[in-house]
């Protein structure tokens, strides 16, 4: 069963606002990381962020953690064309496997 | 460097035909490894993951296998495909230990006529 769900399920802005998405799990967690998936392509990693962090930044991207409300946001600032993709939460539980959420399909419109 | 190698791209097959995906990684040993499916604008199922040669999770009863033949090879098959078998088939890897993430392959788009 899925572990994350993210919310919403798709988000259509304009080039140059910021985008945030938001996922939610249920059983404690060792990390979550969020990936990106561009149409028809394998998913890339974009950050992780430990069961023991609140918050972690890397370029254009702000993630934060609330292990109490088992709930995770990716905040995506300044928008570009080429940030249009699906993104994933994927929980890690047991240091073997991701669980990975259904998804937020991201448009920018230019 | 790693990467990891995925074939073939894209595949069409026929209802009853026998299905085999190869999945190979370069420049790690040990890895684990992963074989997930995604139905189209969904998210991904884990379908099967490995710790180890010969090591093999199986995540949910279906009508595939996977096998381990060597440290770095992972191998998807079906003796005979369903229709529900299409779907977009991904293979990563990750090392083993803590707090790492997951590399993908470029994934097998998978028709089941």
């Known amino acids: 069963s899925q572990q994350g769900e993210e919310d919403p399920q798709a988000l259509s802005i304009q080039e140059g606002e910021n985008a945030t998405m938001n996922c939610s799990y249920k059983?404690?967690?060792?990390?979550l990381q969020w990936y990106r998936q561009n149409s028809g392509r394998g998913l890339v990693h974009l950050i992780l962020?430990?069961?023991?962090?609140r918050e972690k930044h890397s370029g254009r991207l702000r993630v934060t953690l609330d292990t109490s409300k088992k709930s995770s946001s990716l905040l995506i600032t300044a928008s570009r064309a080429a940030d249009t993709a699906s993104y994933f939460c994927?929980?890690?539980?047991?240091?073997?496997?991701?669980?990975f959420g259904t998804g937020t399909r991201l448009t920018i419109i230019p | 460097s790693q990467t990891i190698h995925q074939w073939p791209a894209t595949l069409v097959q026929p209802v009853g035909s026998p299905l085999s995906l190869e999945c190979t990684v370069e420049?790690?040993?040990?890895?684990?490894l992963y074989w997930y499916r995604q139905a189209a604008g969904r998210g991904l199922q884990l379908l099967f993951y490995?710790?180890?040669?010969?090591?093999i999770s199986s995540e949910v009863p279906q009508n595939l296998s996977a096998s381990r033949p060597q440290d770095r090879q992972f191998i998807l098959s079906s003796k005979k495909l369903l229709l529900s078998d299409s779907g977009f088939y991904l293979c990563?890897?990750?090392?083993?230990?803590?707090?790492?993430?997951?590399?993908f392959g470029p994934g097998t788009r998978l028709t089941v006529l």
């Open positions: 059983t404690s967690i060792n990390n």
């Open positions: 420049g790690t040993s040990n890895p684990n």
């Open positions: 962020i430990r069961s023991n962090e």
């Open positions: 490995s710790v180890g040669i010969g090591q």
């Open positions: 994927a929980t890690d539980a047991s240091n073997e496997k991701l669980t």
């Open positions: 990563a890897w990750r090392p083993s230990g803590r707090y790492n993430e997951q590399f």
